[in-house]
């Protein structure tokens, strides 16, 4: 099987990229922060406040995740309800960049993650893919940009949907979550020793996906 491993902070385009790549090469596309968003929702869900470990800890035996795909596309269920959509919202990203911080939790998910590899080709992206759940993947590749760049795509993202979001409070929010992630003491955010880095701040969609795109096919030559 083959695993190309996509880490990176929030916003960076991970997922859109992932997505179109594995499409291209015919891989199943993961995204493992749908997993923490998930947990964070339930917790939200259940009205804990997500940085209160032990409140968070025995949520976890008491739901039930899945993660499958549909028409190729990954859903998620909570509970055996397709929680896909909800797991979107901002309050729902704090949340599960809280989550992700508790061991406990990382522990919980991680054999999940890595039974999807064992049985697939994958192109799975997060944050500690490359150095904790698939330390041995065939590619790495660590994709970051500016905040501000970041913090602007998300701005016009949610603008296309016919949201008005305030850039300023989407920055400092971005610059709270990689703080969070970056910090944390278990698989904090960071590139692995093994991975390229590619820097999309100065790159369009479509030239950030080329530039994986060519990184992938060239290291599986
Ligand atoms: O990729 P995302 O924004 O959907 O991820 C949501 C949060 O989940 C993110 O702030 C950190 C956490 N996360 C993680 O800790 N490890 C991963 N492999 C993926 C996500």
Same mark, same amino acid.
Not at 46 to 66: A, N, R, W
């Given at each position: ?22 499409? #291209? ?28 470990? %032990? ?42 960049s ?12 991680? #054999? ?24 041995g993947?065939?590619?790495k ?18 603008? %296309? ?8 409070s ?52």
């Amino acid at each position: 099987m083959v695993a190309v491993a996509i880490d990176g902070p929030a916003g960076a385009g991970k997922s859109t990229i992932a997505r179109t790549a594995a499409a #291209e090469l015919g891989f199943i596309y993961i995204d493992t922060g749908a997993l923490y968003r998930t947990i964070g929702l339930s917790c939200i869900n259940k009205g804990i406040d997500c940085s209160d470990t %032990e409140k968070v800890i025995p949520v976890l035996s008491q739901i039930k995740i899945d993660l499958k795909f549909i028409d190729g596309e990954q859903r998620m269920f909570l509970d055996d309800e397709d929680v896909s959509g909800l797991i979107r919202t901002e309050e729902v990203s704090m949340s599960a960049s809280k989550v992700s911080a508790i061991p406990e939790v990382r522990a919980y998910l991680l #054999e999940l993650q890595r039974g999807f590899a064992k049985t697939n080709n994958v192109i799975m992206d997060g944050r500690d893919i490359g150095t904790v759940v698939l330390p041995g993947a065939d590619v790495k590749i660590f994709l970051t940009a500016s905040s501000e760049s970041r913090a602007m795509r998300r701005f016009l993202q949610l603008k %296309e949907k016919g949201i008005d979001g305030d850039y300023d409070s989407i920055l400092q929010d971005i610059i709270k979550r990689d703080h969070n992630d970056m910090t944390r003491e278990t698989a904090p955010l960071k590139a692995a020793d093994d991975a390229v880095t590619i820097d999309t701040t100065e790159l369009d969609l479509l030239q950030s996906i080329e530039s994986v795109i060519s990184v992938i096919k060239e290291r599986l030559k």
